[in-house]
């Protein structure tokens, strides 16, 4: 079993920015690859960004392109999600998952991915 702890949601105003953190246990701390999804009310969970093993593949939305980064810190486990230039469309429930299969992709379906977090709430007001 594997556990994802996320934290560093929260609410902010449009233009601020967030640090998202995906804390994982010891069995997913590397040899897996890594993504950010989110979940707006009413809408599919929908991919933010991905990350392989090694953090030298990253991939996004094209909708945060630009404003948001993603990394990795094998040593403790822990992905990340820079969030800058926040928006009101970036409102939702965002959950970090990680990917066992093929550590060296990152995949954009949620069925590409193994195990999921709980989610973190980021809520963006004008």
């Known amino acids: 079993q594997v556990h994802l702890v996320e934290s560093g949601g929260g609410s902010v105003q449009a233009g601020d920015s967030l640090r998202l953190s995906c804390a994982a246990s010891?069995?997913?701390?590397?040899?897996?690859?890594r993504a950010w999804f989110r979940q707006a009310p009413g809408k599919e969970r929908e991919f933010v960004a991905g990350i392989n093993w090694s953090g030298v593949i990253v991939d996004y939305v094209d909708s945060v392109k630009g404003r948001f980064g993603i990394s990795r810190d094998n040593a403790i486990g822990t992905v990340y999600l820079q969030m800058n230039s926040l928006k009101p469309e970036d409102t939702a429930v965002y959950y970090c998952?990680?990917?066992?299969?093929?550590?060296?992709?990152?995949?954009?379906?949620?069925?590409?991915?193994?195990?999921w977090g709980q989610g973190t709430q980021v809520t963006v007001s004008t």
């Open positions: 998952a990680v990917d066992f299969k093929l550590p060296n992709r990152t995949g954009t379906y949620p069925s590409d991915y193994d195990y």
């Open positions: 010891r069995r997913a701390f590397s040899a897996n690859a």
